[in-house]
């Protein structure tokens, strides 16, 4: 009965207030703003992020506004109509009134944000947009709507006039707002701006619209919603009370109102330590602990500390993040239990930490300059978080924990970029590296198997022979060392009637070797390891010693252990010097965004490969634009994969140079042409243009008021191919959870795997894209501001990126080493300089002697190697048909939309990296909200058909809303009839 007389109450208000326009007007005039305010205040488009956070970002301030608006005359109107009294003698319970009153608001504050869900489904339909913050939104919209309305009525009992209802209610509200922003927080210290921030709304409200629905901060809002509520309950309950009555009663109802309000209140405060209540709705659960993060805790051996140096005078972009972080820090604790230790320290309140963090640790404070109204100063403050493992420490700093977006000249946007990443690689890092102190065996899981495939020490030539007999003492002490992970055998393939020479030949391309090509004499030495999956060659020690036999077993080992520092051999072009570039060479692309991004988790080697071989202690080589190899350096790749190793190779058709008279495409012979196509690889002589493409920036100057302005405008442009959902292979751990990335002047693939070999497409453009050979790369534009570029011959997909897997045959089967004819060339060359300086007999170097410079070449190499000419299955080839997509100049391109670097290309080249040498813990972990979610390019045409077609929607949805309450008033204006009738 009670419900019915609430709901009769709720359906009476809703009436009322849809019985006159202004009820339309509000709901009109909300609409209005916010959609303003997304498209214009906070610049969509130009953001080039597919979300919708501009909404919740300024909801605390208009639903401060929208809820005063709503509650104004609720009660307000009933005391200046003086039916306030009538209601005081109807059989129902005060608080059934005022509950009924604010289910109305409420509902009309849902129809409200109801309306504006068109923009987040129009986001959804062109952009990759994650629905977990925006369901989170939403409640916390109408969570803190609720409070807002709660407040509003509380006001509106107290005064009979709706204006100062309206201002009233809106300042209260605004004050709650105030309290946690920086305008006020920035006032004070790190201490009491923490407890503003749990007492503003607007604060709570961002947390929530992150993703997290934490029940402290929707207890909050409920909270402190009941409070004004039990409060406008008994100020109407008051206004019946009779000046002679019961004291005693009155006592009782003022006492239980104020229990109720600091019962509730208080609660927030028991409920603050508790972290556990609450629900990541994030794709992927970004701000949650990730299992790769619990496994690494998992693997503690003894406490690690993490101490988060913040001080309580910071920057004001800069404070809104240290209670974020010291969430994020104590989440770490909880999951590594008693292994894990936080300290969250001010070093200016202990002098004896601070100079400990600036000697030991080399933490010192950062200056920044903090101004206000009235004075400007500089404030040191620290921003640091140390990672403490035993005698390993890793250290964060402010510039490794925050991205800033520069949204204009003084607008900065300062987000913390993916800490649980940053921490966790900090931790993986002094955990491996305290291990990594004792043996290698105690980070390899699985057993692992030496297998020698030498020839007996007759057959040997002498530098050999006594290399074997030092490998029996090295393998023996590896074998005590290692336990039941390691064990070994060595085997003759020239033994009994060679079929383990056939198997070799035929498994792993193992050939017999000779001392020198005339020498008739053949023998093997071939050393691999091997686990259940993988097998990896190891190369003949330079040194033909003990100590570096074991070192190069040693570094073989670490391919199968887990979390150790690994190598990468990074091969690029070399930056051109400043003085060439201003004699006209092209400055050529850098990639230094690329190295800086893969040192923070792996040991880069920058190396041209030119000598031939690839360094001995390569995990995996990354080759980026390529120009014109050599042999010497094809046979580096060729061997490194056939020895079981990962080549990443990023070529593409052509090159594109950007410079101040536009853009200048040439073609290019990176050399790996041949290579790639013996592979199955061949690159098309073509750009892939696609009308899905990401923008391009334009710097326009426009005059205005005789000044001269210089602005940025995003262009269409096809050949920014932008890669998107169906676009992307997301079975691949590679690009599994990868929302988007942008390959620049990409040229198709064509792909067609050998024997043996398994073929994995990455990446591939729209269906709509077309190719072309046109070298004009410039932006084109019409005479209205569209794109100028029209899609001409066959239209269809195009592979972009692809992973080749298997037992590949070296593209030097059956020919002669080209280090060997290099070193033979190079020992003609010694011989002849020699001889014309009368130290050599010129008979030694003539055609008489076909051997003459083989014992040279033998004495420089002590073997002649054979080519290995076939791969093991753990043989990876990795394509990415662009030169350019990850050079420095396209990252910032690409990203000049929201003022940073793009990132998802350097990122997915990491997720390679961890992919090839099978450490896939920090995939995950890396792609959670560090991955771009950015929107397709458009042009302004329809950028703006997009924008008006939810100006319509909204209007539509008011119009709906006048049709439903229109119904529902003509009805009941036909039961009231048909009542005066009967009466």
């Known amino acids: 009965m009670r419900l019915k007389t609430i709901l009769r109450i709720q359906s009476k208000e809703l009436t009322l207030f849809f019985a006159s326009p202004v009820g339309y007007l509000f709901l009109a005039a909300f609409l209005a703003v916010t959609l303003f305010v997304f498209f214009w205040g906070e610049s969509f488009f130009a953001r080039n992020i597919a979300d919708v956070r501009p909404i919740f970002e300024w909801l605390p301030v208009l639903l401060v506004f929208l809820s005063a608006a709503l509650t104004m005359r609720m009660w307000s109107e009933e005391r200046r109509s003086g039916t306030l009294e009538f209601v005081a003698t109807v059989p129902a319970a005060t608080w059934e009134f005022v509950l009924g009153k604010f289910l109305a608001c409420w509902t009309l504050l849902g129809i409200a944000l109801l309306l504006t869900l068109p923009l987040p489904i129009t986001v959804a339909v062109i952009g990759d947009l994650d629905w977990g913050p925006v369901f989170a939104g939403y409640v916390a919209a109408m969570l803190l709507g609720g409070m807002y309305i709660a407040i509003g009525l509380f006001v509106s009992a107290r005064t009979d006039s709706q204006i100062v209802s309206l201002m009233l209610a809106s300042l209260v509200c605004g004050l709650f707002y105030l309290l946690g922003s920086p305008l006020i927080t920035a006032l004070f210290g790190s201490g009491v701006q923490e407890v503003l921030a749990l007492v503003g709304s607007g604060t709570r409200f961002a947390a929530i619209t992150r993703g997290v629905l934490d029940f402290r901060d929707l207890y909050f809002y409920a909270s402190v919603a009941l409070v004004f509520l039990g409060l406008n309950v008994y100020a109407l309950e008051s206004e019946k009370w009779a000046q002679q009555g019961s004291a005693q009663r009155h006592q009782k109802w003022r006492l239980g109102t104020a229990l109720l309000a600091v019962n509730l209140l208080a609660a927030n405060f028991w409920l603050q330590p508790v972290n556990a209540l609450r629900v990541d709705m994030t794709e992927g659960n970004i701000y949650s602990i990730s299992p790769a993060t619990e496994g690494y805790l998992s693997q503690l051996r003894e406490p690690l500390l993490i101490r988060g140096y913040f001080s309580e005078k910071t920057h004001p972009l800069l404070a809104p993040l240290v209670p974020r972080m010291k969430d994020l820090l104590r989440e770490y604790e909880v999951a590594g239990g008693d292994n894990v230790r936080v300290e969250i320290i001010d070093p200016a309140n202990d002098p004896e930490l601070e100079n400990e963090a600036n000697t030991k640790y080399g933490i010192r404070a950062v200056p920044f300059q903090v101004a206000d109204r009235y004075q ?58 305290f291990q990594g102190g004792s043996s290698v065996f105690d980070n390899i899981n699985e057993p692992v198997e030496f297998v020698g495939y030498i020839s007996d020490e007759q057959v040997l030539p002498e530098a050999l022979a006594a290399l074997k007999d030092e490998l029996g003492g090295v393998l023996q002490e590896l074998a005590l060392e290692g336990g039941d992970k390691f064990s070994y055998s060595l085997l003759d393939p020239q033994a009994g009637d060679g079929q383990l020479a056939l198997d070799i030949g035929s498994q792993f391309g193992f050939q017999p070797m000779a001392a020198s090509l005339f020498d008739e004499n053949t023998f093997y030495f071939y050393l691999t390891l091997a686990d259940a999956e993988t097998v990896v060659q190891i190369p003949l020690p330079e040194g033909m010693s003990a100590e570096s036999l074991k070192r190069g077993i040693e570094e073989g080992l670490k391919r199968f252990a887990t979390g150790l520092l690994k190598s990468v051999v990074l091969t690029a072009p070399q930056p051109v010097p400043p003085y060439m570039q201003q004699q006209g060479m092209p400055p050529g692309n850098e990639f230094t965004q690329l190295q800086s991004f893969l040192t923070n988790d792996f040991d880069v080697v920058t190396n041209t490969l030119e000598d031939g071989v690839v360094p001995a202690n390569a995990d995996l080589v990354v080759v980026v634009d390529p120009d014109s190899f050599t042999e010497q350096q094809v046979f580096a790749l060729d061997q490194f994969l056939m020895k079981g190793g990962t080549v990443v190779v990023s070529s593409g058709a052509f090159g594109v140079q950007p410079s101040q008279m536009g853009l200048n495409a040439t073609p290019r012979d990176s050399g790996l042409q041949d290579w790639l196509r013996h592979h199955g690889v061949e690159i098309g002589d073509a750009f892939v243009m696609d009308p899905q493409n990401a923008a391009f920036p334009v710097p326009v100057t426009r005059q205005a008021g005789g000044f001269t302005f210089q602005d940025l405008v995003m262009l269409d442009y096809p050949y920014f191919v932008d890669v998107r959902a169906e676009g992307i292979n997301q079975e691949p751990p590679i690009s599994a959870g990868l929302p988007q990335i942008t390959l620049s002047w990409a040229s198709p693939l064509t792909v067609e795997g050998g024997q043996g070999v398994e073929v994995t497409p990455l990446l591939t453009s729209s269906a709509g894209s077309w190719i072309s050979t046109d070298l004009d790369v410039m932006p084109r534009i019409d005479d209205d ?19 080749l897997q298997g037992r590949f045959d070296s593209f030097f089967a059956g020919q002669d080493s080209p280090l060997l004819t290099a070193a033979r060339q190079a020992a003609a060359d010694e011989a002849a300089a020699a001889a014309s300086d009368g130290n050599l007999d010129s008979a030694e170097i003539s055609g008489d002697a076909p051997a003459a410079g083989d014992d040279a070449v033998a004495d420089k190499l002590g073997v002649v190697s054979s080519v290995i000419e076939r791969s093991p299955e753990s043989a990876r080839l990795l394509v990415f048909g662009s030169n350019d997509f990850l050079a420095d100049q396209t990252l910032r391109m690409v990203g000049s939309a929201d003022g940073t670097l ?11 990296v961890d992919w090839a040498l099978e450490d896939q813990s920090l995939i995950g972990i890396r792609s959670r909200g560090n991955f771009n979610r950015t929107l397709p390019g458009m042009d302004t045409a329809e950028q703006t058909f997009l924008e008006y077609l939810n100006y319509a929607l909204a209007l539509a949805g008011v119009g709906l809303v006048w049709l439903l309450f229109r119904g529902r008033m003509q009805r009941r204006q036909q039961q009231q009839r048909t009542w005066l009738q009967v009466t």
């Not at 501001?785 to 992973?803: D, I, K, N, R, Y």
């Open 376 to 433: 400007a100063s500089l404030v040191n403050s620290y921003f640091d978080v140390l990672i403490l493992y035993g005698d390993e420490y890793e250290v964060l700093s402010f510039r490794d924990l925050i991205e800033v977006k520069v949204a204009g000249e003084a607008d900065l946007d300062v987000q913390l970029t993916n800490p649980e990443f940053d921490v966790t690689r900090s931790i993986k890092k002094v955990l491996y590296g």
């Open 902 to 912: 793009y990132g998802n290309s350097v990122q997915m080249v990491a997720n390679v």
């Open 785 to 803: 501001g569209l794109s100028a570029f029209v899609p001409s011959g066959e239209l269809g997909e195009q592979t972009l990126a692809v992973v």
